[in-house]
């Protein structure tokens, strides 16, 4: 396979089971337990299954020194008797974080770079998070002015950002 360059690669593991008996709670439950095992990411996806059941597919990243920890969750949290299991290979943008200070409080932004050229610029979550707490303003005030403060610190106006 001819990947494209100028990414950061890896190859993780992607675990899967299709789940159609088994309460909303629970999966939640089962979410936060990959996650804390090692899990990189968790995800629900709804599925048709047999019997005209409605169903969902649990998914779970991880690296593949935490495979056994996260396959051990699958069967004894879930209602799954089969589990699929595939290496795949991750392309990642460089990860860079600055701080820009905003007029609510200083927010962190992650910055996704390929080939040292910025591609993606996100507010940190828990970071926009708790400058919406202390200021008592909306979480989504919070992105807007950390993406405007990241934008004028490198001099791009909204017009551009907007249109990229």
Same mark, same amino acid.
């Given at each position: 396979?001819?990947?494209?360059?100028?990414?950061?690669?890896? &190859?993780?593991?992607?675990?899967?089971?299709?789940?159609?008996?088994?309460?909303?709670? /629970?999966?939640? @439950?089962?979410?936060?337990?990959?996650?804390?095992?090692? *899990?990189?990411?968790?995800?629900?996806?709804? /599925?048709?299954?047999?019997?005209?059941?409605?169903? +969902?597919?649990?998914?779970?990243?991880?690296?593949?020194?935490?495979?056994?920890? /996260? *396959?051990?969750?699958?069967?004894?949290?879930?209602? &799954?008797?089969?589990?699929?299991? =595939?290496?795949?290979?991750?392309?990642?943008?460089?990860?860079?974080?600055?701080? +820009?200070?905003?007029?609510?409080?200083?927010?962190?932004?992650?910055?996704?770079?390929? *080939?040292?050229?910025? +591609?993606?610029?996100?507010?940190?979550?828990?970071?926009?998070?708790?400058? @919406?707490?202390?200021?008592?303003?909306?979480?989504?005030? /919070?992105? *807007? @002015? @950390?993406?405007?403060?990241?934008?004028?610190?490198?001099?791009?106006?909204?017009? =551009?950002?907007?249109?990229?």
């Amino acid at each position: 396979m001819n990947l494209p360059s100028g990414y950061e690669t890896d &190859t993780v593991a992607r675990l899967e089971a299709n789940l159609d008996d088994l309460s909303p709670e /629970i999966l939640g @439950a089962v979410m936060g337990k990959l996650l804390a095992a090692g *899990a990189l990411d968790v995800w629900f996806t709804p /599925i048709h299954m047999k019997k005209d059941r409605p169903g +969902v597919m649990l998914s779970a990243l991880c690296e593949e020194s935490a495979l056994s920890p /996260i *396959a051990d969750l699958f069967f004894t949290e879930t209602s &799954t008797f089969g589990l699929r299991v =595939e290496r795949v290979i991750r392309l990642k943008l460089e990860r860079r974080f600055e701080t +820009v200070q905003t007029e609510f409080g200083q927010v962190t932004i992650k910055l996704g770079l390929k *080939a040292g050229r910025v +591609v993606q610029a996100s507010p940190e979550f828990e970071s926009c998070r708790a400058v @919406a707490e202390q200021s008592g303003k909306p979480l989504k005030e /919070i992105y *807007a @002015a @950390a993406m405007e403060g990241w934008g004028r610190s490198r001099g791009i106006g909204i017009e =551009e950002r907007l249109l990229g």
